[in-house]
T-cell receptor
């Protein structure tokens, strides 16, 4: 069973704080991992891709991957109210159907001014 | 370059009518996906096209749903004899390469009265 698990939230952080979003997945052999941001009433927008263990930074966003522990996280530094959205974790599983990309149900982030 | 486009952006129909939703993927992307998202819910995989291979239809909820992809590019999702439970946002995504980095269109909001 291919699963991607996220805490549904809501996760509430004050403006300027670090928001930490976490995701676990079931297939140890997975190779590609993504974070999408979805504003209310909009479609998901790809914000980070990570393929190797360790950290990948892009502006205020850092994706962290630990394949041994089967988790991937997204850190948002200096959180802004405009970061308030639902964040979807997606994992590209080996083989199988659904084009191999399995989405978590998302974590709702609220950044309070 | 242009992103994924979908039309119409909104569709209101009466129960029992057929509807067609269109997706135009990013040029050069070989894979195309249809998802459904009901209000406040996660993404529900519907169908996946990869190149000239037979589509993966494992997510289609009933035989009222069908999709085709002509010339390896534009795709049409058809829902016959629509029901109120078909009301949702229908999202299309496309990708290229083995990492399966998917880019979403803006979606079609379907309302069945």
């Amino acid at each position: 069973q291919k699963e991607v698990e996220q805490n549904s939230g809501p996760l509430s952080v004050p403006e300027g704080a670090i928001a930490s979003l976490n995701c676990t997945y079931s297939d140890r052999g997975s190779q590609s991992f993504f974070w999408y941001r979805q504003y209310s009433g909009k479609s998901p927008e790809l914000i980070m891709s990570i393929y190797s263990n360790g950290d990948k930074e892009d502006g205020r966003f850092t994706a962290q991957l630990n394949k041994a522990s089967q988790y991937v996280s997204l850190l948002i530094r200096d959180s802004q109210p405009s970061d308030s959205a639902t964040y979807l974790c997606a994992v590209n599983f080996r083989g199988g159907s659904q084009g191999n990309l399995i989405f978590g149900k998302g974590t709702k982030l609220s950044v309070k001014p | 370059g242009a992103g994924v486009s979908q039309s119409p952006s909104n569709k209101v129909t009466e129960k029992g009518k057929d509807v067609e939703l269109r997706c135009d993927p990013i040029s050069g992307h070989t894979a195309l996906y249809w998802y459904r998202q009901s209000l406040g819910q996660g993404l529900e995989f519907l169908i996946y096209f990869q190149g000239n291979s037979a589509p993966d239809k494992s997510g289609l909820p009933s035989d009222r749903f069908s999709a085709e992809r002509t010339g390896g590019s534009v795709s049409t999702l058809t829902i016959q004899r629509t029901q109120q439970e078909d009301s949702a946002v229908y999202l299309c995504a496309s990708s290229f390469g083995h990492h399966n980095e998917q880019f979403f269109g803006p979606g079609t909001r379907l309302t069945v009265l």
